[in-house]
């Protein structure tokens, strides 16, 4: 039995670690992806986790299945394609540590995923599926998401939505946003940035964002991000503001993910369903997941910028 199931992209990042002589950036490989970062937190936090995805019969995808495996994540379900390659992106940071991305991926393996390379019955052994909107953008990887949605929601799955908006990925905008809020029909959690709520809603503050959100769609849990400045939580009775934890942010990149897998860890430890939360067990959770967001955004990369449980842990008791 997995606590969590995660479905979505597994790619490689270059991310910038300096200059060389010659007046060049230099871009140091590390796996990334924000569904397997997002699991790798989850099983650093403690949680029984399971990837299912699609990577290149290559260099890459041979070393994305060993991140999986070094960090506790069951990597049986990733699918290695003789076929197709595995996805790339190159990672820019601006002074703030705040990152944009270039992806190299037509065809690349994790959007060639198909439905009937699935076996569903794994849903039976989870008790939370987390996929995200990368895999919807293009190529046979979009149906097999909502696909994968609906059938755990027929199978009393809790289900959890990200976003994880990429507009450079998408040929137009307004697709995104149609597809997205379609995904967002299907979720039991949602879990925004700001900006992906201001951009969804077109509502500025994410407080009132939040309130429209839970109007206009069944989600029991809805999560907002803020950045530094922490996250706001909203259930179908109870609201809640946590601020950010004081840490040095060096890169943001997997914040968003590591701060989902953090949540999700933290509410496998309780029996309950999502909207059966006390508010002290539903504080708790989110504490713990600001905990594990901030400290990743500490040290550079993604999966390998992830903290462990006691530095989580030394976090909490020391603020």
């Not at 998408?170 to 949602?190: C, N």
């Amino acid at each position: 039995m997995f606590d969590v199931l995660s479905l979505g992209e597994m790619l490689i990042d270059f991310t910038p670690v300096g200059i060389s002589e010659n007046g060049n950036p230099i871009f140091e490989r590390n796996p990334g992806g924000g569904p397997a970062n997002m699991a790798c937190a989850a099983a650093k936090m403690g949680a029984k986790t399971a990837f299912l995805g699609k990577v290149g019969k290559d260099a890459f995808g041979t070393a994305l299945k060993e991140t999986l495996d070094k960090n506790g994540v069951n990597s049986d379900r990733l699918i290695l394609s003789p076929e197709y390659p595995t996805t790339l992106a190159f990672v820019h940071l601006d002074a703030d540590g705040d990152r944009s991305f270039s992806f190299y991926r037509h065809n690349g393996a994790d959007t060639m995923l198909s439905f009937s390379e699935v076996d569903c019955a794994v849903l039976d052994d989870c008790r939370f599926f987390f996929c995200s909107s990368v895999l919807m953008a293009e190529g046979p990887s979009r149906r097999t998401s909502f696909s994968l949605m609906e059938e755990a929601k027929k199978r009393g799955v809790c289900t959890v939505f990200d976003p994880n908006l990429r507009p450079n990925l998408w040929g137009d905008t307004e697709e995104m946003k149609q597809q997205v809020l379609s995904a967002m029909r299907l979720a039991d959690i949602l879990k925004l940035s700001e900006e992906e709520a201001a951009f969804l809603t077109g509502i500025e503050e994410p407080e009132q964002a939040a309130e429209f959100l839970m109007r206009e769609y069944p989600a029991k849990l809805l999560l907002i991000t803020l950045g530094k400045n922490g996250s706001i939580s909203f259930t179908r009775h109870l609201r809640l503001r946590h601020p950010g934890f004081p840490v040095k942010a060096v890169d943001t990149t997997a914040a968003g993910d590591s701060f989902t897998g953090g949540l999700l860890a933290a509410l496998s430890q309780t029996e309950k369903t999502v909207g059966s939360l006390t508010e002290q067990e539903l504080d708790r959770a989110i504490r713990f997941a600001n905990a594990v967001g901030a400290l990743t955004t500490t040290k550079k990369g993604s999966i390998s910028a992830l903290p462990t449980c006691a530095e989580v842990e030394t976090l909490l008791r020391t603020n």
